[in-house]
């Protein structure tokens, strides 16, 4: 394990908990062993700016802070550079986090960073972007795209599922089309999951799904009517063992999905493409800072 003499922190201080919390974040890396070059970011749009100016000063880690949408969004700036990622928990859901074992405060998190060792992960990608954790098709971008304007920063994971269940009522289930050539697949579906890791809006909804397995998997919620999706996310929170009754998963390194309609595509919380596309899988592509003691055994650490 190379030794970390500097780091950079950019938090997004537009995300639910991120202002708030980057004060207390600083006053805890006090205690860190190397100095941290922090930056609170308010304005969403300078946040890659801001990362590039920290990467030009070539530090050995880099912290970013915010929800999974931040964490995916600045993460293709880290490919190919020699730096390690580390994670701030200040989202709402924070799957991503939680699929390391990351702890869900701030002081548990900063602890990660000095107790913890660099852990090679993949990435899913969406044709030519990457993203952290999962990508997904039906009623999460059409929550993306109309949620209300800072209501997650107000009111929370609360405020997010109540203006979840409005959407619900209007939402309709669609046709995919999963593969090519003679595999290539047609199925009525409620949603569609393309993930990296098994957490998305926070729940644990995808087991096959782990961010070191060199696989990209591609879930789909079967069925026609929408109470299976219902069914599949009750079953999913108290992990009953009917959450994979009506789901198929699809795994490889390359994965063709079209859907009847078309239908834009969330990636992390946030809507940033449209099918069709193709899911792939970057594997081993960074590195990031992880508790020694997580979700796999120490003979998948490097």
Avoid at 10 to 15: D, F, G, L
Avoid at 43 to 52: A, G, Q
Avoid at 152 to 163: A, P, S, T
Wanted: with cysteine; net charge positive.
């Amino acid at each position: 394990m190379r030794e970390i003499k500097s780091a950079a922190m950019i938090v997004n201080a537009k995300s639910r908990r991120g202002q708030a919390l980057f004060k207390r974040a600083c006053a805890a890396m006090e205690g860190l062993p190397y100095t941290v070059d922090a930056h609170a970011v308010e304005d969403p749009r300078h946040l890659e700016r801001t990362v590039r100016r920290a990467l030009a000063k070539k530090p050995d880690l880099v912290i970013l802070g915010g929800g999974d949408g931040t964490i995916s969004g600045l993460v293709d700036l880290l490919v190919g550079k020699d730096v390690i990622l580390g994670v701030l928990p200040l989202g709402t859901a924070n799957s991503f986090c939680r699929t390391l074992g990351i702890p869900m405060d701030v002081d548990g998190a900063i602890d990660v960073l000095r107790t913890g060792r660099p852990r090679r992960i993949d990435l899913g990608m969406i044709d030519d972007d990457y993203y952290a954790n999962c990508a997904a098709m039906g009623i999460s971008p059409q929550i993306a795209k109309t949620v209300p304007h800072g209501l997650k920063k107000v009111l929370g994971r609360l405020g997010y599922l109540g203006w979840a269940a409005y959407q619900f009522m209007r939402f309709r289930p669609f046709t995919l089309i999963i593969g090519e050539g003679e595999t290539q697949e047609r199925l009525r579906v409620v949603e569609v999951r393309i993930s990296n890791g098994p957490y998305h809006g926070g729940t644990d909804l995808v087991d096959a799904a782990e961010i070191d397995s060199g696989e990209i998997v591609v879930q789909a919620v079967c069925g026609h009517v929408k109470r299976r999706l219902v069914k599949n996310w009750v079953a999913s929170v108290f992990r009953h063992k009917s959450r994979h009754e009506d789901t198929r998963d699809f795994r490889g390194k390359s994965i063709r999905i079209q859907t009847i309609p078309p239908l834009p595509i969330s990636i992390d919380g946030e809507v940033l493409a449209k099918t069709p596309v193709t899911a792939r899988i970057a594997a081993g592509i960074i590195e990031v800072m992880a508790p020694i003691e997580g979700p796999v055994s120490a003979a998948d650490w490097g």
